[in-house]
């Protein structure tokens, strides 16, 4: 953000701040809201849309307006999070429940190691000069595209739910 709109540490801090926290209030208050509405399968789909078309906005966001713009929809990843866990849970034994915990929290922590290194290297790359390529949205646009795919896999097995 430094990088792209001149923003300091404390634009930084306040942006990663209504990022959290929007997507918390979402899930909070608008999860039962839209099960009650639209269904699990529904829920959970809008819930990964939001974050393809947040990052996607955070990539191609030119101006630090438009960055914001992409908070406001990233808030909807809340949706995700509760569908998805009903989903899987349904899925194994009252005895594997502690397993599949267990597992998603695993997988989550994997994320969160090799994800900031990850993306942390495809800003590098997109900004250095030397590839050719100068898109500091680059990490940006793999996130939107690696959630494109998990939502087009949520659908594919969700369809008979």
Known sequence: MSFRYGWGERAIGLAVTA?????AIVGLW?????????GER?????????????????????RSEIFIVGIAVMAF??????????????????????????ALTGL??????????????IFGASIDGQSGLHFPGASFFIAALVFAAATWIAFRITRSS
């Open 108 to 121: 989550r922590c994997i994320a969160g190691m090799i994800g900031p290194l990850f993306f942390g290297w």
């Open 42 to 62: 529904i829920t959970l789909l809008l819930g990964l849309i939001a974050p393809t078309a947040g990052f996607l906005i955070y990539a191609l966001a030119y």
């Open 30 to 38: 608008g999860v039962g809201y839209s099960v009650k509405k639209f």
């Open 77 to 102: 990843w809340g949706l995700s999070n509760a569908p998805l866990q009903t989903f899987m849970t349904r899925h194994v034994s009252a005895s594997e429940q502690g397993q599949l915990q267990g």
């Open 19 to 23: 990022i959290g926290a929007s997507a």
